[in-house]
């Protein structure tokens, strides 16, 4: 279900779509489930502060752009500079192992 949604769900939104089928689920278990597929590197963690939401598609991380408008969140299908990422740590003196970015904006059918 998480492998070929491209809507990046949260846990309730998770939770709403399995309860359907399986009535008895509990919203621990899908918590315990997210946390074991991505501790296996079977879905991408956003944690956005106020809520965390799963990418099960492109299980690693890249860049996100989150319309601040209709709140869709969308992949980003670029690489990131690796010179930048030299330069800021270059410059900071701080090792980076992984990085992730969101950009927050408007999408296209929210511009027109």
Do not use: W
């Amino acid at each position: 279900m998480i492998a070929s949604d491209d809507s990046h769900p949260n846990a309730s939104q998770l939770y709403s779509k399995i309860k359907t089928r399986f009535p008895t689920m509990s919203h621990a278990t899908v918590y315990k489930t997210l946390g074991l597929l991505k501790e296996l590197h079977q879905v991408f963690e956003l944690d956005l502060h106020e809520d965390s939401h799963y990418d099960g598609m492109t299980p690693h991380s890249h860049p996100h752009l989150i319309c601040t408008q209709c709140e869709k969140i969308f992949d980003g299908e670029f690489q990131l500079d690796q010179h930048l990422l030299e330069k800021i740590e270059d410059q900071s003196g701080f090792e980076i192992n992984e990085s992730h970015v969101v950009f927050y904006g408007l999408c296209p059918d929210c511009r027109t």
